[in-house]
């Protein structure tokens, strides 16, 4: 069995990121923390992965957002966000993905889920997020998805 871990904000890792095909503005604004020596070796990192090995076959950023300003809905304006869930190709298949849910989903509070793909809208359906009333300035540009605990 595979276990979620949350990723050390550190040179490994941002070269482990370099393999995924969401490689984007937030992991370069890592690296260049790092090479200028300003990142904090203590800071809490919103990555988290599952290894196979010593490879990093899936990861996912999850951080905690509370916005009273746009909640969600009229109940929910503390909730957690998903984005950047991936699976590398030769690693799909191994329900990765579904353990990087469970964990965010452990967590008991409501999830936004930031859909990226064409295929990851059928994902997070399957694992019970639902569509949810779009606000631009909640949700940006952003095709998002909710779980609520039961």
């Not at 095909?21 to 020596?37: F, K, T, V, W």
């Not at 909730?79 to 452990?106: D, F, H, P, T």
């Amino acid at each position: 069995m595979s276990k979620v871990k949350n990723l050390a904000i550190n040179y490994k890792t941002a070269e482990e990121f370099k393999k995924f095909r969401e490689y984007g503005s937030q992991e370069l604004h890592m690296i260049d923390e790092l090479e200028a020596n300003v990142i904090d070796a203590n800071i809490d990192s919103p990555f988290y992965g599952i290894y196979q090995g010593d490879d990093l076959a899936a990861r996912m950023c999850l951080y905690r957002r509370e916005d009273t300003d746009h909640p969600i809905d009229n109940d929910t304006a503390d909730y957690l966000v998903i984005w950047k869930l991936e699976v590398l190709e030769k690693y799909q298949g191994r329900g990765l993905g579904s353990e990087l849910i469970e964990y965010a989903k452990s967590f008991n509070i409501p999830i936004k889920a930031i859909s990226r793909f064409q295929n990851s809208r059928d994902f997070f359906e399957k694992h019970d997020f639902g569509a949810h009333e779009y606000d631009i300035e909640r949700d940006l540009a952003d095709e998002s998805l909710m779980w609520y605990p039961k």
